[in-house]
T-cell receptor
Framework: EAGVAQSPRYKIIEKRQSVAFWCNPI?????LYWYQQILGQGPKLLIQ??????VDDSQLPKDRFSAERLKGVDSTLKIQPAKLEDSAVYLC?????WGNGELFFGEGSRLTVL | KQEVTQIPAALSVPEGENLVLNCSFT??????LQWFRQDPGKGLTSLLL?????REQTSGRLNASLDKSSGRSTLYIAASQPGDSATYLC????????????FGTGTLLAVQP
């Protein structure tokens, strides 16, 4: 069974530029999550989708971050404009359902903002 | 607000030793708790998932226990190997409307050959 796919794996941009990350969850998984992991810290939830609806985006900096999950399958996370403090690994995860399901993570997209 | 603490922050052991990683959380109203492994530059690999109604789960050399009422979980690794070297993260899943996983900062494990 294919795992969670993410791209690109690495991205380097200048501050104030924009960047987009893509995630394709495990087939049939209704719930999709975007996490931000800053070096030396545990992952922090940015946004959680159930099918194509947002369940929780309370920690998403909405002035610069946006995410969508059209058709309830793959998802895109965008940052515009980027700041230095956005340098982190962006992890996508999926689970079969909302509630008590096991989460499976992708390899992550490492962003460096110069 | 759920806070998760993992002790120790780093651990170095000789190969073959049994070891215990500790996780504590402040809000005991959780659905479940998941243990993950993270290798450098990689994503998270799920190791064990314990439902709130369970006391422990086992997978190979790994055993995870959960004491929900006291807000504690432990990950026991038997007969450690150099390939076990990684960061181990615990993540309780909140109950109620939020339902999200809150991560600790992890325990960095090094197993010396």
């Amino acid at each position: 069974e294919a795992g969670v796919a993410q791209s690109p794996r690495y991205k380097i941009i200048e501050k104030r530029q924009s960047v987009a990350f893509w995630c394709n969850p495990i087939s049939g998984h209704a719930t999709l999550y975007w996490y931000q992991q800053i070096l030396g810290q545990g992952p922090k939830l940015l946004i959680q989708f159930q099918n194509n609806g947002v369940v929780d985006d309370s920690q998403l900096p909405k002035d610069r971050f946006s995410a969508e999950r059209l058709k309830g399958v793959d998802s895109t996370l965008k940052i515009q404009p980027a700041k230095l403090e956005d340098s982190a690994v962006y992890l996508c995860a999926s689970s079969l359902g909302w509630g008590n399901g096991e989460l499976f993570f992708g390899e992550g997209s490492r962003l460096t903002v110069l | 607000k759920q806070e998760v603490t993992q002790i120790p922050a780093a651990l170095s052991v000789p190969e073959g030793e049994n070891l215990v990683l500790n996780c504590s959380f402040t809000d005991s109203a959780i659905y479940n708790l998941q243990w993950f492994r993270q290798d450098p530059g990689k994503g998270l690999t799920s190791l064990l998932l314990i439902q709130s109604s369970q006391r422990e789960q086992t997978s190979g050399r790994l055993n995870a226990s959960l004491d929900k009422s006291s807000g504690r979980s432990t990950l026991y690794i038997a007969a450690s190997q150099p390939g076990d070297s990684a960061t181990y993260l615990c993540a309780p899943r909140a109950g109620g409307a939020t339902n999200k996983l809150i991560f600790g900062t992890g325990t960095l494990l090094a197993v010396q050959p």
